[in-house]
């Protein structure tokens, strides 16, 4: 539901950057096909086989494979014109104890299945004993799939200006203006890929993999915004889901999608600064020159002071024509509470260089400059072709008036306007609500203090799936618990489930 932050798809909602996939030589025919030629889905033509090509590279998982999946560009005329996804697969490497398929789905918008394959491939192999061939794929718009941009300038291609950041006065006339002229330019330049690019033709194009995998049923793990298309997945198709897992999810509202994740992200990092300032005041940091104050209770009045007297007077930093402004510190404060220690280090480090008159702070590289023309429009489009925003300013003025006042960490960024806003195409399909009705095969992992998914809004995921999930609630910070900013207790209840079949008879709370 990371997957605007762009370098790291798993630590935003709403972007997630994608590497270009590395392809080489040699192919074979995808097994299972028998099943795949039975499979038709709603008059398509049968689902290609996959010809897999070798695509190992330094670092990467061992024996990663690679292949091409046309799609339909609409799948209301399914045999027109077709598009084509990358898509990675890395086989279990103990074939007698393999059971299916693992689909690994990324968050974002934006974010890369196949990236996030490789990354992932060494603990999933670890952890899974050969249970799973993995799988991802790159959404179209994203990566080694098929790319259109809408030609957007490139100020308006940062993180800080894709994300609303009001003026230090808390007005969006600037704003206004952004969203207006981004949507103008992805409905001149756009053209049909950009206008395809929804929630909906990703559970399509997932479902054509599957065939194409030969696959009856896929188990999946989806993480922010991805759980989001696994939930879709689930309650379109109940019948083609095995197990099931959905780590560090939003609220499934269908009237308000993706505007209800960005808002609730004012309460997330309000739940997450705690801990950010536990650590920049523990005497520990002293030995680094990361200490920013005596107390806890210190080290949210100082970011917000510093943030407002960058408002005044931005900072040169090592990035000519970026200097540190207040909105560049504060979406490096909400881009850190997404992840680990590692994070905070980085962040303190900036304030400190922003406080000290004689440093020239060093900007983190997703404040530092643009991002890639498709990479922006692929964010902003799946969010505004997936469901429609209120159309009038004068809303959003009124909101992020409220916000900031109740959130200021956030300074009423996530309830300002969008390029949604002025969006020129309805959404195709209506938003899926999200129901109990379905298999009981869905395990939900969660950290209590997540910033771009708050568990309060996970809560309300959980209530729609009634008895057909169960969730497991970690007490820990940082988005994205399965594997990575959660604890050892929550790994393993996933990987029970997942290997095993072992679903609690309850929701679980792992303790800190």
Same mark, same amino acid.
């Given at each position: ?36 030629? +039975? ?25 990663? +494979?690679c292949a091409d999946l046309p799609v339909p560009l ?10 084509t996804l990358a898509v990675t697969r890395v086989r ?12 690994? &789905? ?14 992932? %491939? ?24 098929? *790319? ?46 950009v206008r395809s690019m929804s929630t909906a033709n ?67 990092? #309000? ?36 943030? %407002? +007297? @960058? =408002? ?37 480090? @900036? ?23 498709? =990479?922006?429009?692929?964010?902003? %489009? ?51 609500? &999200? ?26 995921? *959980? ?9 497991? /609630? ?20 996933? /990987? ?10 309850? #929701? ?5």
């Open positions: 539901m990371t997957s605007y932050r762009g370098l790291k798809a798993q630590r935003l909602l709403l972007l997630g950057l994608s590497g270009a996939m590395v392809a080489v030589t040699v192919g074979a025919v995808a097994p299972g096909a028998r099943a795949a030629d +039975e499979d038709r889905q709603g008059g398509a033509p049968t689902a290609p086989r996959l010809t897999w090509r070798s695509c190992e590279r330094a670092g990467g998982p061992a024996g990663q +494979e609409d799948y209301r005329d399914p045999a027109g014109p077709q598009v279990s490497d103990r074939p007698a104890a393999r059971r299916g398929t693992l689909l690994v &789905i990324p968050g974002g918008p934006g974010g890369s299945g196949v990236d996030r394959v490789v990354r992932t %491939a060494g603990p999933l192999r670890q952890q899974l004993a050969g249970a799973y061939d993995l799988v991802g794929f790159d959404p179209r718009g994203v990566g080694g799939s098929a *790319r259109a941009g809408c030609g957007l300038a490139a100020g308006d291609r940062e993180l800080v200006t894709l994300r609303s950041w009001p003026a230090a006065d808390g007005g969006i006339a600037e704003n206004i203006a952004r969203a207006r002229r981004i949507a103008a330019a992805c409905a001149r330049n756009g053209g049909p890929l990703e559970v399509r194009d997932i479902d054509r993999l599957r065939q194409a995998l030969g696959e009856r049923k896929l188990s999946a793990w989806g993480t922010s915004y991805g759980t989001y298309v696994a939930a879709v997945y689930a309650q379109t198709h109940p019948d083609r889901t095995d197990r099931w897992v959905l780590d560090s999810t939003g609220d499934p509202n269908p009237a308000r999608v993706a505007r209800g994740w960005l808002t609730n992200m004012a309460q997330g990092a #309000d739940d997450r600064f705690p801990d950010f300032a536990a650590w920049a005041a523990d005497p520990a940091r002293a030995a680094d020159g990361l200490r920013l104050a005596q107390r806890a209770d210190q080290v949210r009045p100082l970011v917000l002071r510093l943030a %407002a +007297e @960058l =408002d005044r007077a931005p900072k040169p930093s090592n990035v000519p024509g970026a200097p540190l402004t207040g909105n560049r510190l504060r979406q490096a404060l909400q881009n850190a509470l997404y992840g680990d220690e590692s994070a905070f280090a980085g962040l303190a480090s @900036l304030i400190n260089e922003a406080r000290d008159p004689a440093a020239t702070p060093r900007l983190p590289g997703d404040v530092a400059g643009p991002l890639p023309d498709p =990479d922006a429009a692929v964010a902003v %489009a799946t969010i505004c072709n997936d469901v429609e925003w209120p159309r009038d300013p004068e809303s959003y003025r009124r909101a992020v008036a409220v916000d900031r006042a109740r959130h200021p960490l956030t300074a009423g960024m996530p309830a300002n306007i969008t390029p949604c806003a002025f969006w020129k195409d309805r959404p195709a399909d209506p938003p899926v609500r &999200i129901t109990d009705r379905g298999p009981a095969d869905i395990m939900m992992i969660q950290n209590l203090r997540d910033p771009a998914t708050p568990y309060f809004g996970t809560k309300k995921m *959980r209530a729609a799936l009634g008895q057909r999930a169960r969730m497991v /609630t970690v007490d820990h910070g940082g988005h994205g618990a399965y594997l990575a900013n959660g604890n050892a207790c929550g790994n393993r209840a996933v /990987t029970a489930f997942l290997r095993d079949g072992r679903r609690p008879r309850q #929701d679980v709370y792992c303790a800190g």
